[in-house]
């Protein structure tokens, strides 16, 4: 048994999947400036599902919302390397908008188990899926945010039927020549992030991302985006391994889904939306001014409006 299961008391006898809801005191313990309470205000469950490479780790806004008739769950899906804190400035605003949703930790990120070998980044989606198996959802929405976006791209192909509206925010459709010099940058940031005994590998990591924060950034959620990086259960570096070789452009024009490009003017990867955009016409589109690569941290409110006007939209 391994030191997490131990952790949460889960024995060979005990269900693959627990969602806690989190006391109520320690709901109302004071915050640290700048950081959000790790008990959501207490809105939040924690839960695991039985998926095709171990245990898979979501959290769920659960019985706290209800559906108005004809919506349903919303799926969040992480860049890499992160996991469903990614979301954690928008669960509140979710929820007050009546909004159920389901973050879930890619597999080898943040509290998932990891494939047993370097993933294709196809091999995520039955994962993903097993989550809903286990909460007994037949239909989501789902939205993916960089990585996350690819593997919403690959759920919905592997399985149109479980899915209803698709946000893409973050597309990346890029060309044969792209892809190379992604793979070639991604070795080096790689090579850059193996661990040394001064640490020194999380200064940089914690100096590149205040880098693509852009102007003030939070130092307390860059620290939290560090923990991240470093504390998933497979190797880091496999999200971008698995994306930067995965044909998002092809698989742009396979999609029959409802579909919104989601993007802000000052991410990173924004001339890939209009990329995307050119792509795919039929498909919404929404961009929110400024903001970086972290837009769901500085500009929750906006980054909720647009997501649930898609997915009221009749």
């Given at each position: 048994?391994?030191?997490r299961?131990?952790f949460?008391?889960?024995?060979?006898?005990?269900?693959?999947?627990i969602?806690?809801s989190?006391p109520?005191?320690a709901?109302a313990?004071?915050?640290e400036?700048?950081?959000?309470?790790r008990?959501?205000?207490?809105?939040?469950?924690?839960g695991?599902?039985?998926g095709?490479?171990?245990?898979v780790?979501f959290q769920?806004?659960?019985?706290?919302?209800k559906?108005r008739p004809g919506?349903w769950p919303?799926v969040l899906?992480?860049?890499?390397?992160?996991?469903?804190r990614?979301?954690?400035?928008?669960f509140k605003?979710?929820?007050?908008?009546?909004?159920?949703?389901?973050?879930v930790?890619?597999?080898g990120?943040?509290?998932?188990d990891p494939?047993?070998a370097?993933?294709?980044l196809?091999?995520w989606a039955p994962a993903?899926v097993?989550?809903?198996?286990h909460?007994?959802?037949?239909?989501?929405?789902?939205?993916?945010?960089?990585?996350g976006?690819l593997?919403?791209?690959?759920?919905a192909?592997?399985?149109?039927?479980?899915?209803?509206r698709l946000?893409?925010?973050?597309?990346?459709?890029?060309t044969e020549?792209?892809?190379?010099?992604?793979?070639?940058?991604?070795?080096?940031?790689?090579?850059?992030?193996?661990?040394?005994?001064d640490?020194?590998?999380?200064?940089?990591s914690?100096?590149?991302?205040v880098?693509?924060w852009?102007?003030?950034?939070?130092p307390?959620?860059?620290?939290?985006?560090?923990?991240e990086?470093?504390?998933?259960?497979?190797?880091y570096?496999w999200?971008?391994?698995?994306?930067?070789r995965?044909d998002?452009?092809?698989?742009?024009?396979?999609l029959?889904h409802?579909t919104?490009?989601?993007?802000?003017?000052?991410?990173?990867?924004?001339?890939?939306?209009?990329?995307a955009r050119?792509l795919?016409?039929?498909?919404?589109?929404?961009?929110?001014?400024?903001?970086?690569h972290d837009i769901?941290?500085?500009?929750?409110?906006?980054?909720?409006?647009a997501?649930v006007a898609?997915?009221?939209?009749s």
């Open positions: 048994m391994d030191n299961r131990t949460l008391g889960l024995g060979a006898a005990t269900t693959a999947a969602a806690t989190l109520a005191a709901a313990a004071p915050k400036a700048g950081v959000v309470s008990v959501y205000d207490g809105i939040m469950g924690r695991y599902a039985r095709p490479y171990g245990l780790h769920d806004s659960g019985g706290l919302v559906l919506e919303l899906l992480h860049q890499s390397p992160a996991s469903t990614q979301f954690e400035a928008a605003p979710l929820v007050a908008r009546g909004i159920r949703l389901i973050a930790d890619t597999p990120f943040g509290f998932s494939t047993p370097i993933p294709k196809e091999d993903i097993a989550v809903l198996d909460l007994g959802i037949q239909q989501a929405d789902v939205l993916g945010h960089h990585t976006a593997n919403a791209t690959e759920v192909l592997q399985n149109p039927g479980r899915v209803r946000i893409l925010n973050g597309p990346f459709p890029i020549a792209e892809r190379a010099q992604y793979i070639a940058a991604g070795e080096r940031s790689h090579a850059a992030g193996v661990a040394v005994v640490g020194s590998h999380l200064l940089n914690f100096q590149t991302r880098r693509m852009g102007p003030n950034p939070d307390a959620i860059l620290t939290r985006t560090i923990a990086k470093y504390q998933g259960l497979g190797p570096w999200g971008h391994y698995a994306a930067y995965y998002h452009a092809a698989a742009l024009k396979r029959t409802p919104l490009i989601l993007t802000n003017t000052g991410d990173d990867i924004y001339e890939l939306a209009q990329r050119d795919r016409p039929d498909f919404a589109y929404v961009e929110i001014p400024g903001g970086s769901v941290d500085q500009q929750p409110d906006a980054w909720c409006d997501v898609f997915l009221r939209r």
